[in-house]
């Protein structure tokens, strides 16, 4: 099917396509987190919940994959490089017990994937422990066995997290579809910088289109 997408249309097939839904996580979206441990005001983040959940459920419907990850460390920190840990002067380290655990960690409150996009039972979820999905995960053998040839990305943030894994798909051979309403960024200039470089110098990272756009054309094709 044809998306009407920047900066021109994806052609793409829902049976190869997966949904990628970025670090949907308590620890960046509420108040006492990693996400504000570093001075951000998480409630830009918040107000796309609704709109990611609208992508995640038309996707399933049209029986797209949908993939969540998770930025999480292990218990021990054995997968947190000390750099990581020790940069700037947060309120709160990575490991650091907070209001909802300890930050970043995985199995602890603020790991988990905010309840309205909670993980449907059979959906894959990767932890990952750098900010592209790709670095030391399995997800790239799981879209080999799928024959993924197609990614939809959503999620926070834009230019951290979620260019970050883009650009590890791009180099990999995927397409990839950013929709642009259903990621957001601590810092609007940066979502707006990230968003115009995917899809400048012919979507030399890939193409971005509306998440109606995007359920527009996943439901034509159904009728
Ligand atoms: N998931 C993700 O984007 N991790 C970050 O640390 N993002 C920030 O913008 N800090």
Redo the contacts with the bound molecule.
Sequence with gaps: MILDARPFPLDFDPATTALIV??MQRD?IEPGG??AS?G?DVTLLQAIVPTVADLIAGCRAAGIAVIHTR?CHRPDLADCPPAKRLRGSPSLRIGDPGPMGRVLIMGEPGAEIVPELAPAPGEIVIDKPG?GAFYATDLGAHLARMGTRTLIFA???T????QTTMREANDRGFDCLLATDATE??FPAFKAAAIEMIRAQGAIVGWTARTGQILRVLETADA
């Design positions: 970025i670090d960046f990693f996400g570093l951000n930025e900010k999620g926070v943030t230019e951290v997290c979620v960024s601590y």
